[in-house]
């Protein structure tokens, strides 16, 4: 299936963010977020910044890790923090320091078979996503979807 974002515009803003030693480079070919949510994004880049180096310490902290894990070097910790309660942001840090920023949305979306097709198709009703009116037709389903996608990753300035 494939979900189409309608007035992806709004998505467009990727400002520049400088916080202490620290700038948010954006993913180039990706949505930025919306205007109302850059402040949110902001306060929760500068609220995690301090914590950093006390993640990166954890994870790579040989009493934490199994030597014998393949996945050892695969590790992560998820800091999720919720603008609404739809969307929320994400932020993964990994062993070797990187840290990725998503934005996530969830949404609940009308699903009902098309006849013509028969009931191996199915088409989204637009005209329902986010509606809480439940269906009295059998036919229906209302799946929830949660979308991501990259906004980019904080990196370190070494050069001032």
Request: with cysteine; hydrophobic share 30%.
């Amino acid at each position: 299936m494939e979900i189409q974002i309608q007035n992806y515009e709004k998505y467009c803003y990727k400002p520049d963010i400088r916080i202490r030693n620290y700038y948010f480079q954006w993913d180039t070919g990706g949505l930025g977020l919306a205007t109302h949510e850059l402040n949110h994004f902001r306060n929760f880049v500068h609220k995690v910044i301090p914590v950093l180096e006390q993640y990166m310490i954890f994870l790579q902290n040989d009493n934490n890790i199994d030597r014998n894990d393949p996945y050892r070097d695969k590790k992560q910790i998820c800091i999720r923090d919720k603008y609404n309660q739809k969307t929320s942001f994400l932020m993964f840090i990994d062993s070797q320091g990187s840290t990725i920023f998503f934005r996530e949305e969830s949404c609940e979306v009308d699903i009902k078979p098309k006849p013509q097709y028969g009931y191996d198709a199915y088409s989204v009703d637009r005209s329902k996503i986010d509606s809480n009116n439940s269906s009295s037709n059998n036919d229906h389903s209302n799946v929830k979807i949660d979308l991501k996608w990259l906004l980019g990753e904080l990196l370190f300035d070494r050069v001032k």
